[in-house]
């Protein structure tokens, strides 16, 4: 007769301290990495605003050509999309969507016409939508 030993195999697997472990360490990094992301991303909406407003003015100088004269600051600047009444000349739409662009941070875009710093003014207050600010608060304008 063979005897048999009972002994017990150790299973496969993480013991509860070292899940533990992993999620500190996982918190930690996320801690450090997480703020630097987010900065870059801020950053990104920046420099979308930029250029969407680069876009933007490039449309208004195209109206300007053809009817001779911004848009009023009441056509503001759906009369890139859509023609204002009593307006000759207007050929558009000048911009490549049927619609004007929100900033990136889901508002509408600031248009003065004339504008305190040239024809007209063209900007959005940032991700806070209060004038000056830093960083991603920062105001992003159109004449600098």
């Known amino acids: 007769m063979q005897r048999h030993s009972t002994r017990f195999k150790r299973a496969a697997g993480f013991t509860l301290m070292e899940l533990l472990v992993a999620l500190v360490i996982l918190g ?4 450090i990495v997480g703020p ?12 979308t605003a930029k250029v969407q407003i680069e ?5 208004l100088h195209m109206y ?12 503001g600047l759906l009369a890139l999309v859509e023609e204002p009444q009593g307006v000759v000349g207007w050929n ?21 016409s004339p504008g305190e710093y040239g024809e007209f003014d063209l900007f959005s207050y940032g991700a806070d939508n209060n004038p000056g600010g ?9 004449w600098e």
Request: aromatic share 10%; no cysteine; hydrophobic share 30%.
């Open 134 to 142: 830093e960083n991603d608060d920062a105001d992003v304008v159109s």
């Open 92 to 112: 558009g739409p000048y911009l490549s969507k049927p619609r004007v662009p929100k900033d990136p941070w889901g508002r509408d875009y600031h248009y003065r």
């Open 55 to 59: 876009d933007l003015v490039n449309a």
């Open 64 to 75: 300007q050509l053809e009817v001779g004269s911004y848009p009023s600051q009441e056509a």
């Open 36 to 47: 630097r992301i987010m900065k870059y991303v801020g950053g990104a909406k920046s420099d």
């Open 28 to 31: 930690m990094l996320a801690g």
